[in-house]
T-cell receptor, first 116, second 112 residues
Framework: DGGITQSPKYLFRKEGQNVTLSCEQN?????MYWYRQDPGQGLRLIYY???????QKGDIAEGYSVSREKKESFPLTVTSAQKNPTAFYLC???????????????FGAGSRLTVL | AQSVAQPEDQVNVAEGNPLTVKCTYS??????LFWYVQYPNRGLQFLLK??????LVKGSYGFEAEFNKSQTSFHLKKPSALVSDSALYFC??????????FGTGTRLQVFP
């Protein structure tokens, strides 16, 4: 079955440590996205990539970094500079790149990061 | 700037009764409107979308939504709620080439 795989599902981190969340898709989708979900705040866009080797900052990119070396992979690193990293992180993809049109997002199951 | 509002944090309904989850939006230009559902500790799943045409849009699991341009609303509805419909529902909007904006979510609780 095609889909998006996020790992790990649960992650605990000590303050000051960087952590990388994995996102892999086998849908052959062009664009990939990272969202952060906090209770009562909906989803906020961290980074997105519309093509390999290119990515753009979203609304809350500070303290995060990404790479897009392969079409199917879009890992997110939560750095020690992120002041409040405890959250649920969602990776998504769309078949077509670009924000125009009626692209439907396909989501992974999420990764829950807790900073101790 | 575009925005979307879900005025109710939680909606409670008895099984078998009709349900409505409200969504209003503000955009410049013609909107693309979406509803997604999230079950506990899972990603979001697409339910339905409005692009153009018929104001009543039918989606997955018996859900439908009505686009009302004059009221800038896109309320999600279902004629008969199931306990298994209990989940977190997100409305989202996009206009032109702007990014997709999500509402804060409405938790639907269906009681047996």
């Amino acid at each position: 079955d095609g889909g998006i795989t996020q790992s790990p599902k649960y992650l605990f981190r000590k303050e000051g440590q960087n952590v990388t969340l994995s996102c892999e898709q086998n849908l052959n989708h062009d664009a990939m996205y990272w969202y952060r979900q906090d209770p009562g705040q909906g989803l906020r866009l961290i980074y997105y990539s519309q093509i390999v080797n290119d990515f753009q900052k979203g609304d809350i990119a500070e303290g995060y970094s990404v790479s897009r070396e392969k079409k199917e992979s879009f890992p997110l690193t939560v750095t020690s500079a992120q002041k409040n990293p405890t959250a649920f992180y969602l990776c998504a993809s769309t078949q077509e790149a670009g924000w125009s049109g009626a692209n439907v997002l396909t989501f992974g199951a999420g990764s829950r990061l807790t900073v101790l | 700037a575009q925005s979307v509002a879900q005025p109710e944090d939680q909606v409670n309904v008895a099984e078998g009764n009709p349900l409505t989850v409200k969504c209003t939006y503000s955009v410049s230009g013609n909107p693309y409107l979406f509803w997604y559902v999230q079950y506990p500790n899972r990603g979001l799943q697409f339910l339905l979308k409005y692009i153009t045409g018929d104001n009543l849009v039918k989606g997955s699991y018996g859900f439908e939504a009505e686009f009302n341009k004059s009221q800038t609303s896109f309320h999600l509805k279902k004629p008969s709620a199931l306990v298994s419909d209990s989940a977190l529902y997100f409305c989202a909007v996009r206009a032109n080439t702007d990014k997709l904006i999500f509402g804060t979510g409405t938790r639907l609780q269906v009681f047996p």
